[in-house]
């Protein structure tokens, strides 16, 4: 419900900011469910339901964003697991990264099927840098939202995942 609410909102918010300078409220909520989600499996049907329901409303081929947010989820899945984005810069860069790379996939499929310039490459690429760093600014305010929902609705779904540090008995 929350994936959908955010989806509307951003729908509403592009009419009044252009495309670069809007961030991707679905992208971030995929984030924000890949470092708060306790169930891989769980966390990734949600987010494929999230990703049909973004194809369906933003009429790209079917199938395209579900894939996308599936593996954004997978790799932030895996980056709270091995990494510490509990802070706020460690946060902004790992969306800042996250989000370029998305666009780069879309970017690379479109052009395979035809529907995205190939000379316009340093254009598209200026404005999803900008796209990144819009997202980034936005993802520590969204996924404090979204753990706050998450806490609300479920207590143990807020909780945030701890690290997992291999002790092996290693030279110090």
């Known amino acids: 419900m929350l994936g959908l ?4 909102f951003q729908s509403a918010l592009a009419q009044w900011v252009s495309p670069p ?7 971030l909520l995929v984030v924000a469910l890949a470092l708060r989600w306790p169930v891989l499996t769980t966390g990734l049907f949600l987010v494929a339901m ?18 996308l947010r599936i ?6 899945f895996v ?5 510490n984005l509990k802070g706020t810069w460690p946060l902004v860069i790992f969306v800042f990264s996250v989000t ?6 879309i970017y690379l499929s479109s052009l395979f099927f035809g529907a995205a ?22 993802a520590p305010a969204v996924l ?29």
């Not at 310039?117 to 598209?124: F, S």
């Not at 609300?152 to 909780?159: E, I, M």
């Open 50 to 67: 999230l990703g049909f329901a973004a194809d369906i409303l933003s009429g790209s081929l079917l199938g395209q964003q579900a894939l």
């Open 144 to 172: 404090s939202l979204c753990s706050r929902v998450f806490s609300w609705v479920n207590g143990q779904l807020g909780t945030e995942r701890s690290l997992h540090m291999q002790a092996d008995g290693g030279s110090i």
């Open 100 to 105: 370029f790379i998305y666009g780069v996939t």
């Open 5 to 8: 609410l955010l989806m509307i």
């Open 79 to 83: 980056a709270g697991q091995k990494f």
């Open 21 to 27: 300078w809007c961030p991707d409220l679905g992208l």
């Open 117 to 138: 310039v190939a000379g316009q490459v340093w254009g598209w690429l200026i404005d999803n840098f900008w796209h990144a760093c819009i997202n980034a600014l936005f």
């Open 71 to 76: 593996l954004a989820f997978t790799g932030a």
